[in-house]
């Protein structure tokens, strides 16, 4: 069964700190990683894609590495700032029918 | 592309009756979820249909659930009869299968509320 695990499930931090997040996966027959951004009463936002080939990716001040064999993904937020507060979801695709399991999520508050 | 569109966004209705909640996908994408987001589960995978047609679902939780993709650009999940654990975000998300699924585009979701 395919099972995604995120921890922290809260973190709290002053602005301008480097932080990370961790997100592990049981199915080692993993494709694609997806990290995404909810805002309170909001929508899930894509932030990264890595694809099973790929270790890494990065857009902006936001880096997230794939490690198949051991089942992690990171994601690496740097120089946090307040508008980064939001709660922060790991999604694999995995199994036969390429389906798109998600984590329980991170709450990331950074204050000023 | 909009991206992916649901509608309504909110949805008020009173216990036992039928609610229909509306998807439409980006265009070009042949992959298609339902999602269920609660605080008490976080965000639970419905169904997922492939070129049309369901692929698992498993995640249905009852028979009064149901779901259907008559074509490429329009998917409907069906409460019948609603109850007030029902209430919840619903979540439509589409992406493009080509051997793998690559990134999944959500909707704004429909926030479901039964009295």
């Known amino acids: 069964k395919q099972e995604v695990t995120q921890i922290p499930a809260a973190l709290s931090v002053p602005e301008g700190e480097n932080l990370v997040l961790n997100c592990s996966f049981t199915?080692?027959?993993?494709?694609?990683l997806q990290w995404f951004r909810q805002d309170p009463g909001k929508g899930l936002t894509s932030l990264l894609l890595?694809?099973?080939?790929?270790r890494e990716q990065t857009s902006g001040r936001l880096n997230a590495s794939l490690d198949k064999s051991s089942g992690r993904s990171t994601l690496y937020i740097a120089a946090s700032q307040p508008g980064d507060s939001a709660t922060y979801l790991c999604?694999?695709?995995?199994?036969?029918?390429?389906?798109?399991?998600f984590g329980a999520g991170t709450r990331l508050a950074v204050h000023p | 592309d909009a991206g992916v569109i649901q509608s309504p966004r909110h949805e008020v209705t009173e216990m036992g009756q039928e609610v229909t909640l509306r998807c439409k996908p980006i265009?070009?994408?042949?992959?298609l979820f339902w999602y269920r987001q609660t605080m008490m589960r976080g965000l639970e995978l419905l169904i997922y249909?492939?070129?049309?047609?369901?692929?698992?679902d498993s995640g249905m939780p009852e028979d009064r659930f149901s779901a259907k993709m008559p074509n490429a650009s329009f998917s409907t999940l069906k409460i019948q009869p609603s109850e007030p654990r029902d209430s919840a975000v619903y979540f439509c998300?589409?992406?493009?299968?080509?051997?793998?699924?690559?990134?999944?585009?959500f909707g704004q979701g429909t926030r479901l509320t039964v009295v």
């Open positions: 998300a589409s992406s493009f299968l080509r051997g793998v699924n690559t990134e999944a585009f």
């Open positions: 199915d080692s027959a993993i494709y694609n």
């Open positions: 890595i694809q099973s080939s790929q």
């Open positions: 999604a694999e695709f995995s199994g036969g029918y390429n389906k798109l399991i």
């Open positions: 265009s070009g994408h042949n992959s």
């Open positions: 249909f492939n070129n049309n047609v369901p692929i698992d």
